[in-house]
């Protein structure tokens, strides 16, 4: 139980779950719930833990609803694991306002380590998660990263978490572009697990160019398979470029919320922005290194256009080439027909004369 007099979550674990587990440890931190990990006495194997943040800005401005979709999230996840093991029903816990439950070990994919390979399931899974939160509980503008997409290696179910960051809609699917931008954030996440370097990934999200987006898009995706992830990846080009811009300016702001702590260090923040105002240009290339990737873009470019070049040539010489058949074979035609009419008049001269007598 020492490890909890260091933690920052002791004060919203239910009394029943602190006395039946051990070596409590903090996985990650959402908008308004936080995910332990520890060991169970009693089976002596690793739990995860799921807490209700109660000093969230969520629980605090409206505890009703903070508590309403914790429960829901608890309950969508039952239906989604199709696994009775993997939910601890007996170690759900509600003490006065605090609310927590047990499930087997699960993690953001933003943890490297816990990266699970099977994309073609994450595609799947994370898509009937979007359309079920825009569908039933009409909720739109969903942040979807790697950091609130969760992978149970038991049951091997992802899962989309963090509800609290959609916006609630007045109909369904009562905004199409809400939906592009988390299909388009998804295929973020995809192109993150499956190895792309996060370089790479800043220059993609914020590439206006459509060509050199279309062919850094290629260059990503073209090892990735199955062909079905890398289907949909390939797709994502046709996605309004505002939306995209969209969700990178969507990523960076749940970042930055992440990343604040006290108004000290908030306020040095801002001063460091007001300070760096005249080197934007120096920290877009730190963000957008696109200036190799574009000689290279140029490049590639200028080899497609002598490919088409050339082709075009031999094209133009093969056709070029036929007409010169054709040309030549007319002549052979005329030649033949003098030929048999030279024939035929020598015929002609050869042939007896007939006297008038004849007839």
């Excluded at 509980?137 to 992978?151: G, P, T």
């Excluded at 133009?316 to 035929?344: F, L, V």
Aim: hydrophobic share 30%; charged share 35%; net charge negative.
């Amino acid at each position: 139980m020492d490890s909890l007099s260091e933690n920052t979550f002791e004060h919203l674990l239910p009394p029943k779950l602190k006395a039946s587990h051990k070596d409590f440890k903090l996985v990650s931190e959402a908008s308004y719930f936080k995910i332990i990990e520890a060991i169970s006495l009693e089976e002596d194997c690793k739990h995860t833990i799921r807490l209700l943040d109660t000093e969230s800005k969520l629980a605090k401005e409206n505890y009703s609803k903070a508590s309403t979709l914790f429960i829901q999230e608890a309950l969508r996840l039952c239906l989604r694991v199709g696994n009775a093991d993997a939910i601890s029903v007996e170690n759900f816990e509600m003490h006065k306002k605090l609310l927590a439950f047990v499930t087997k070990p699960y993690y953001p994919l933003e943890l490297k380590e816990q990266r699970a390979p099977d994309t073609e399931k994450l595609l799947k899974e994370a898509l009937l998660d979007i359309s079920y939160l825009n569908e039933k509980l009409k909720l739109q503008d969903l942040n979807i990263a790697s950091s609130n997409i969760y992978w149970m290696e038991y049951s091997n179910t992802f899962f989309i978490g963090d509800w609290s960051t959609g916006v609630e809609a007045s109909e369904r699917y009562a905004n199409l572009q809400s939906l592009s931008r988390e299909v388009y954030a998804l295929g973020i996440v995809l192109l993150e697990v499956s190895g792309v370097r996060q370089q790479d990934l800043e220059t993609l999200k914020t590439m206006g160019e459509e060509s050199l987006y279309q062919y850094l898009l290629n260059s990503l995706v073209k090892d990735i398979k199955p062909n079905s992830v890398k289907k949909f990846l390939q797709n994502l080009s046709k996605i309004n470029p505002s939306i995209r811009m969209a969700v990178a300016n969507q990523r960076n702001e749940a970042e930055k919320e992440e990343t604040e702590g006290s108004e000290e260090e908030s306020g040095k923040e801002l001063e460091g922005e007001e300070e760096t105002k005249g080197t934007v240009e120096e920290e877009r290339k730190a963000v957008r290194p696109e200036k190799d990737f574009i000689e290279h873009a140029e490049d590639f470019e200028d080899e497609e256009e002598e490919k088409e070049e050339g082709g075009q040539k031999e094209q133009q010489a093969m056709s070029a080439g036929e007409k010169k058949t054709k040309k030549k074979k007319k002549p052979k035609k005329k030649k033949e027909k003098k030929a048999q009419e030279t024939t035929q008049g020598q015929k002609a001269e050869n042939a007896p004369v007939l006297s008038k007598s004849y007839y």
